[in-house]
């Protein structure tokens, strides 16, 4: 670089430090921001609140299905079996019994009458909390199930930057959520979410047993036990008394979740939301990230887990779930839905308890609610850490076994996370020099050579000798030490870190709500302006990250520019023209990533500038390069086109050979 250059590059980072440190928002636009980035979510949640108030108002109902009809026998009269009403489910084609407990509640200030014979069913809902301190659970007796999970540990990213303190995080809240179980009796099925449990046993926050009874003695019972300082609890399944009309083969646990909002981009959270599950044999899988989708199962599961961005549940039983019947699925809110701003997807999935007999059955299992540490995940030694989104193959593989030992190692420093990050790329920018040096050479080599394949293309323009221009050009190569891979494989080394290290940041938890610099939380996008309109595929903020990302990504290509060959052949792509666009188009592909990783990157390249100026400055000087080249060139000259005295290669001897047939052909097609 000239003079001029150099005194550029120093004026545009004194201009974006300064820009930095005058722009930055203060505390009450930050206030401000996230204020107006929930006021689709508030006023969704108004609505959705509005309506759940009206629904108490006029009495708490089950939830009876539209394509539900009444069972009605010979007189016309519905069907009732151990004060259970049957419904006809039309689309499943499937009976249902749903219990009558309490009263039943004909149409207000009406009486029941001869007409009106299929009355609504009110069951009561009791709730009851148990706390810890990693777990606030709310139970239900109507259908003995969890209904609300909070973590005291963790906060919104709305209670986050509105610093209102310590409001512990809404997994998800009552109506988004339903666990039980159906037993088909006689060709109908027993919902329990449907049944109005008995508290047999509660012990304070920390163990509560919820009892159904129904007719000849038979008896559910859900145990629920939580522990002092986990993210999991034991969940047991009693039945007893139910006998041969019963198919145990096809008892099956039920389980829908729909998870709240909780990060700052709504629709990256969601996108990564999904259903994962482990088979018995085939291993880990999943359902779609993205589109709705439904899979039967094809295999014994030994765990599901309902995982969105930084946090997740996990049911693992005992024994594994049965294939038969069991499926999972995930459904995405349609536009004007009441959820579309508040909670993430629909979950859900029906898992085949695989009993022997429904008599006298018992199925363990242990629930997780909690996040996606890689740590505190791997600690129960049952793949959960699948989930996390490290990538795939090798990429996988360098952050499990390299990347994140390193990154707990310098987290356990103490250090803030943005100069944990620093660290990070320091060392790893250090063991990769050696690569980078011999880049720098290649670069160097070709650099050199350049006048003389310049000299080449003019020498050979036409297409007939390309293969002549490829021999000299080769020979030129050989006689010189000089390669074009030896730029391209040390390139091919670092790729694999680059992408793992793209995988690794924004699935990190440790970045989650930390704080560096201008930026709010590491985890997203740092944001110096808002825009007054949303850009497609851009968004409505800029990221400074990614701006000193993109600019030090476009001088690192300037100064490698020097070693780019315009196309020599017509309608070949010019590399310095796609080089260049590259750095504009990173603009908008990061602007809504983790700003964690625009800040890695942007240090990485930083460095990497910085190590090429180095070594060219005091390591590698050209001069005597060139001296070494031409030395070895004559050498090889001299001992009949190589470097050391030896014959020609096979390689050599068929280019040639094929040189001299394409040099006949050529002969041949002239004198016709």
């Known amino acids: 670089m000239d003079k001029n250059t150099i005194t550029g590059l120093v004026l545009i980072g004194i201009i974006l430090s300064v820009f930095t440190y005058f722009n930055q928002p203060s505390e ?86 001869p007409e009106n014979k299929n009355p609504v069913i009110a069951i009561k809902d009791s709730i009851i909390t148990l706390k810890t301190k990693k777990l606030e659970i709310d139970f239900s007796t109507r259908g003995g199930m969890i209904v609300a999970v909070r973590l005291p540990g963790f906060e919104s990213y709305k209670n986050y930057i509105n610093t209102k303190g310590n409001i512990a995080l809404d997994l998800f809240q009552k109506g988004d959520a339903s666990n039980g179980i159906t037993i088909p009796i006689n060709g109908k099925k027993l919902n329990t979410e449907y049944l109005e449990f008995s508290i047999k046993e509660h012990i304070k926050n920390k163990r509560i047993v919820f009892e159904y009874k129904g007719k000849e003695k038979r008896v559910i019972q859900f145990i629920y036990h939580l522990k002092d300082d986990a993210y999991d609890l034991d969940y047991d399944i009693k039945i007893r008394g139910f006998g041969s009309e019963a198919s145990a083969k096809k008892v099956m646990f039920n389980w829908k979740t729909a ?190 050579l ?14 007939d000798d390309a293969m002549k221009k490829q021999m000299e050009t080769m020979a030129l190569y050989r006689e010189s030490g000089a390669s074009p891979l030896a730029g391209c494989v040390p390139m091919l080394i670092q790729m694999p870190i680059l992408l793992a290290i793209f995988r690794f940041l924004p699935a990190t938890f440790d970045l989650r709500q930390k704080s560096f610099l201008w930026a709010e939380d590491l985890s997203s996008f740092d944001s110096i302006a808002d825009l007054p309109v949303d850009i497609w595929f851009y ?36 590399m310095k023209v796609i080089m260049y666009f590259f750095p504009f188009m990173m603009i908008f592909f990061f602007n809504n990533y983790a700003s964690g990783l625009s800040y890695y990157y942007f240090i990485s390249t930083l460095m990497s500038i910085l190590i090429m100026l180095m070594i060219k400055k005091f390591f590698v000087d050209e001069d005597k390069l060139k001296a070494k080249m031409a030395a070895r060139k004559a050498t090889a000259s001299a001992n009949g086109g190589s470097a050391k005295k030896k014959g020609k290669s096979k390689f050599q001897m068929r280019l040639e050979e094929m040189q001299k047939k394409q040099a006949e052909q050529r002969k041949k097609m002239s004198k016709k």
């Open 539 to 574: 968004g409505s903020h800029i990221s400074l990250f990614t701006l000193l990302m993109a600019a030090t990504t476009l001088v690192y290509t300037h100064i490698n520019s020097s070693n780019m060959q315009a196309p020599s052949q017509p309608g070949m792509p010019n």
């Open 259 to 448: 998870f709240r909002k909780t990060e700052r981009l709504f629709s990256e959270q969601r996108r990564v939301s999904t259903v994962c599950f482990n088979y018995k044999d085939e291993g880990f899988s999943y359902l779609s990230e993205v589109t709705n989708d439904y899979l039967k199962a094809e295999d014994k599961i030994e765990w599901v887990s309902f995982k969105q961005s930084y946090f997740s549940s996990f049911i693992q039983p005992k024994t594994p779930f049965g294939k038969s019947g069991s499926k999972f699925k995930t459904k995405n809110y349609d536009k004007d839905d009441e959820r579309e701003w508040t909670n993430l997807k629909d979950f859900s999935t029906s898992l085949n308890l695989d009993l022997n007999n429904v008599n006298d059955a018992t199925v363990s299992m242990n629930w997780y609610f909690g996040p996606n540490n890689y740590e505190i995940l791997s600690s129960y030694d049952s793949g959960y850490g699948d989930v996390l989104n490290y990538g795939w193959g090798i990429f996988r593989w360098m952050n499990i076994y390299g990347i994140q030992p390193l990154f707990n190692i310098l987290k356990s420093t103490g250090l803030s996370m943005g100069l944990v990050i620093l660290l990070l790329t320091i060392i790893i920018k250090g063991l990769l020099m050696p690569v980078q040096w011999k880049m720098y050479t290649s670069s160097a080599k070709m650099r050199i």
């Open 28 to 113: 009450e636009e930050l206030k401000a921001e996230a204020k107006k980035e929930q006021a689709k979510t508030d006023a969704a949640e108004a609505k959705k609140k509005k309506k759940s108030d009206k629904k108490e108002e006029e009495e708490e109902k089950p939830d009876l299905q539209a394509n539900w009809e009444p069972v009605l026998d010979s007189y016309g009269e519905q069907i009732v079996e151990d004060d259970l009403y049957s419904y006809h489910d039309s689309v499943t084609n499937q009976d249902t019994l749903i219990p009558l407990i309490a009263e039943t509640v004909s149409e207000p200030n009406t009486e029941p009458t």
């Open 450 to 463: 350049k006048p003389e394949m310049e000299e080449l293309a003019k020498k050979y323009p036409e297409k």
